[in-house]
């Protein structure tokens, strides 16, 4: 799991940067799906090693130790990906944009992860190959919402109350600002 106390302490100062600020959205959104899965989907032993998965239907699928991450991430980033495409289709979520707001932030980022070059990739893949990912395929329509994990209102939920806290956090934060 991401230590968000920690990117606060690194980025305190920065956190009115519009670069800083999405990054932090961005690992509060990861953070939030990632427990869900954690905490709803992983069958732990009594060490919690992730010793399973959790269907919707309710049953599990014991895993292997050395199978263990390539199983988790196939069926996790099956559904995600799948209800992503909804959001898409349905203009639920936005692509950013401006490529010069993130280029003339990049040097707040420690670590050096981002440079100009990267940013134009990440980019041009959004304004081209990005939206003939996100088309639902005629066999994700006819099977619609053909989740392993979630249904397709728990992942509606999940959007809910994953937006409302990445809201409260901001709130915070601003409140801290001043």
């Keep these: 799991m991401i230590d968000i106390d920690h990117f606060l302490t690194d980025y305190k100062e920065y956190l009115s940067n519009p670069l800083i600020l999405g990054y932090y959205c961005h690992l509060l959104v990861d953070n939030f799906y990632n427990n869900e899965v954690y905490s709803n989907k992983w069958v732990q032993d009594e060490n919690h090693n992730i010793i399973g998965i959790r269907f919707k239907n309710g049953k599990i699928l014991n895993i292997d130790v050395e199978d263990?991450?390539?199983?988790?991430?196939?069926?996790?980033?099956?559904?995600?990906?799948?209800?992503?495409?909804?959001?898409?289709?349905?203009?639920?979520?936005?692509?950013?944009?401006?490529?010069?707001?993130?280029?003339?932030?990049?040097?707040?980022?420690?670590?050096?992860?981002?440079?100009?070059?990267?940013?134009?990739?990440?980019?041009?893949?959004?304004?081209?190959?990005?939206?003939?990912?996100n088309k639902i395929k005629l066999n994700e329509l006819i099977f619609k919402h053909h989740y392993k994990l979630f249904s397709k209102e728990e992942l509606d939920k999940i959007f809910e109350d994953c937006t409302n806290m990445v809201l409260e956090k901001l709130m915070e934060v601003n409140d801290h600002k001043m």
């Design 68 to 133: 263990k991450k390539r199983e988790k991430k196939k069926y996790k980033q099956s559904d995600f990906e799948l209800y992503g495409k909804y959001l898409f289709r349905d203009k639920k979520v936005e692509l950013p944009k401006n490529r010069t707001i993130v280029k003339s932030n990049i040097q707040y980022l420690k670590n050096h992860f981002l440079n100009d070059e990267l940013v134009d990739y990440r980019f041009d893949y959004l304004n081209n190959e990005f939206g003939a990912f």
